[in-house]
């Protein structure tokens, strides 16, 4: 049973978010910066383009917000807020190596209910600034939630019944000897694709796709814009990073602490989702809907099915 | 608060939001009388032929019908970019085969890194502007070959970008001839997909020629996106060709559709520059 955390976790907690989402975003400017203009000569180089994000951040702080006629300004503010807030609160029950900020007997139910909440947030800010491209980007993200949601629901539950409890902690515990991964390969590959979905990046970016000129972050400019992106980095680092006590074994290895090892598979998994993601194009929902439903779903269901029988059998 | 007000106000006034008219209802495809939202897209999007305005009439997600216009096209006196080497060899001009080819090959670099682009591929898109601006600039055959073709077969062996595109904006070459179309878009002969591999094929091809000092043959006046003697400039027949491509599409489709074909609104300057060209 892993220990309470001390109160200044919770507020060590956004800060470490922020910092892994800077990295994060600093790794991936770095590979787009090779794709652009060739390998980085010198280190100096390296370290210029690594730090792309950190300089558009600032920039985008000075910048003017931009106004649209006859927005919806309340709900418009309210999703870009909701998106890092979600995920701050979903990071809550993640574990560094033995201790979350909080552990409670639903933490997996509490992480999907604020992963929930980035549906909300995407079409809310969508449908605020009156704009019809933003408000496609936000109907998108309802089809894509459509499509990820079931088999990403299927791959968490898979691992709580592996582990009999829904307590994050215990999830952890089960995996003692053996991770997750080792018996639910399927759940866990799901899991990732479905962690991409909800942080709407990459090959899942189609709700802010640039066909719909940044869909629904088509009006948002200046610190709306900053708020809602980097909150868009959290997510996926906090959705890249539950996927190691659900199924990589959370801070479970030798020789070093729990807590190091949390960080080398959060960083492992994220390092593979940035490096993935340059293989493959947005999948477009209309498409990657029949996947999704004709052949994730049965897949994490027969996964499942698979280790539903093993409990019953141990 | 007092933009609110003024909010309020405007509600009473009939049809009318905020100064803005509502959405009025017309029949789609199926008959239904459903809302028309009317969408310009362009003149200047990123990753869009600069200068298009497409104006869509959308019934939920389908282009229900569309408009093509463009911005004015500036009469200046500079022969379109893209189709340079052959105006000038059609001028009478010495124009050699390798300025010829490189210009082509960096021309498909910059549509095809367009439509990656558009298609959410950035990695390759990249890869494809990148390659373009060393192909300009003159960079020796060896030093882009690996990296070009690299590139090329990325485009061709990716199943997700095939699945994502396949299918979009068909065109037959019947229909091609038909409406005047005589580039890749011809020779493709198909959708989206076919017209992308396409051009990373002739890209492959004008590998060979990026050292051929030799004149320009005096029949060869196919530019990068077709013939640049023909009765009007090449882009021209892609404008035309693009209301029927759009015309039931869906909206996530369209821009995939324009970038496939992707017109060079350059060329309309064109007749009058021909048309000089032959006096």
Redesign the interface.
């Known amino acids: 049973m892993p220990d309470a955390a001390p109160l200044w976790a919770t507020v060590v907690l956004p800060v470490a978010l922020a910092v892994a989402a800077v990295v994060t975003a600093g790794f991936d400017a770095l590979l787009s910066g090779s794709a652009e203009r060739g390998s980085a000569r010198t280190v100096r180089e390296a370290g210029l383009r690594a730090v792309a994000p950190l300089r558009e951040a600032l920039r985008l702080l000075v910048q003017q917000p931009r106004r649209t006629t006859a927005a919806d300004r309340l709900l418009g503010r309210l999703g870009v807020v909701l998106v890092p807030l979600a995920a701050v609160l979903a990071g809550a029950v993640l574990p560094w190596g033995f201790r979350a900020v909080s552990d409670p007997s639903v933490g997996i139910v509490w992480f999907n209910a604020m992963e929930a909440l980035a549906w909300a947030a995407v079409w809310l800010a969508g449908w605020g600034p009156n704009s019809a491209l933003s408000l496609i980007g936000g109907y998108r993200f309802l089809a894509q939630g459509l499509a990820y949601e079931l088999p990403h629901m299927f791959a968490i539950t898979t691992a709580a019944l592996g582990a009999e409890s829904l307590r994050v902690g215990d999830v952890v515990a089960a995996q003692e000897g053996l991770w997750f991964v080792v018996w639910m390969p399927a759940a866990f590959v799901v899991y990732l694709l479905s962690a991409l979905a909800m942080a709407f990046w990459g090959p899942f970016e189609y709700p802010l796709s640039r066909d719909a000129a940044g869909g629904a972050a088509t009006e948002l400019a200046g610190v709306d814009r900053l708020v809602f992106l980097g909150g868009r980095w959290l997510l996926l680092v906090v959705t890249a990073g539950f996927s190691v006590p659900l199924f990589l074994g959370g801070g479970q290895g030798p020789l070093l602490p729990g807590w190091a090892w949390t960080l080398i598979k959060t960083a492992a998994v994220l390092m593979l989702l940035v490096a993935g993601r340059r293989a493959l194009p947005v999948l477009r929902m209309e498409r990657y809907m029949e996947v999704a439903w004709m052949v994730m779903v049965p897949l994490t269901l027969l996964q499942a099915l698979f280790v539903a029988v093993v409990v019953l059998n141990r | 608060m007092g933009h609110m007000g003024h ?1 309020g106000h405007e509600m009473h006034t009939m049809g009318q ?4 008219p509502m959405a009025e209802r017309g029949d789609d495809r199926d008959e239904l009388r459903l809302d028309q ?1 009317h ?1 310009p ?1 362009g003149p200047a ?3 869009w032929p600069a200068g298009l305005i497409l104006r869509l009439t ?1 019934q939920g ?1 389908v282009v229900q019908d569309v408009a093509v216009d463009h911005l004015r096209v500036p009469s200046v006196h500079r022969l379109p970019f893209w189709d340079e080497p052959w105006l000038r060899a059609a001028q009478g001009e010495k124009v050699t085969r390798d300025r010829a080819a490189r210009r082509r090959c960096a021309a498909h670099l910059d549509s095809a890194g367009r439509l ?9 898109a ?2 494809c ?2 390659l373009r601006d060393e192909v300009l600039s003159g960079a020796p055959r060896e030093g882009v070959d690996g990296d070009l073709r690299r590139t090329v077969r990325r485009v061709g062996r ?1 199943r ?2 095939r ?2 595109i396949a299918g979009l904006g068909e065109l037959s070459a019947d229909r091609a001839r038909a409406v005047g179309v005589t580039g890749p878009a011809l020779a493709a002969d198909g959708d989206a997909y076919n017209r992308l591999l396409m051009w990373m094929s002739e890209v492959e091809r004008g590998l060979d020629g990026l050292d051929d000092a030799r004149p320009l043959a005096p029949d060869d006046r196919t530019g990068p996106r077709g013939r640049v003697d023909g009765p009007r400039p090449p882009s021209q027949a892609l404008l035309d060709v693009l209301p029927e491509l759009l015309t039931g599409a ?3 489709c ?3 559709i324009v970038a496939s074909l992707d017109p060079d609104l350059d060329e309309l300057a064109l007749a009058s520059v021909s048309g000089a060209a032959h006096a």
């Open positions: 909010m939001v905020a100064g803005l939202l969408v897209i999007l990123s990753n959308l997600d990656l682009a558009v298609v959410g591929w950035d990695d390759v990249a890869r502007r990148r990716s997700p970008l699945w994502s869906e909206f996530a369209a821009r995939i």
